[in-house]
């Protein structure tokens, strides 16, 4: 995780997987001391930029279109994730 804007990493979001690529009981973490709050798991592309809640919606957009992707990781850090005024964002649905 790092801050939109600067690239200052926050933190690191994992998610635990098996060897056939399925997500193992559904388990994800954030390591100790990550700082998750204001900050996303950002993949850079096209505008416009693409905020989602899940790492997993967002590389699959990402995938699809090219366009840049922020991953809030997590429902309540969506009203967290700072904006600028002047760009143009989206939402995943």
Known sequence: MCDPYT???AGYH???VTADGENKDRLKRFAKNSVVSG???RIAGKDPIV???GVE???SIHRATGQEV???CG???LK???VQEGKTYTKSH
């Open 14 to 16: 994992c998610t635990y």
């Open 75 to 77: 429902v309540n850090n």
């Open 7 to 9: 690239g200052v990493i």
């Open 57 to 59: 919606d967002i590389l």
């Open 51 to 53: 905020i989602g809640e």
């Open 39 to 41: 900050n996303v798991v």
């Open 70 to 72: 922020w991953a809030s």
């Open 80 to 82: 967290n994730v700072p």
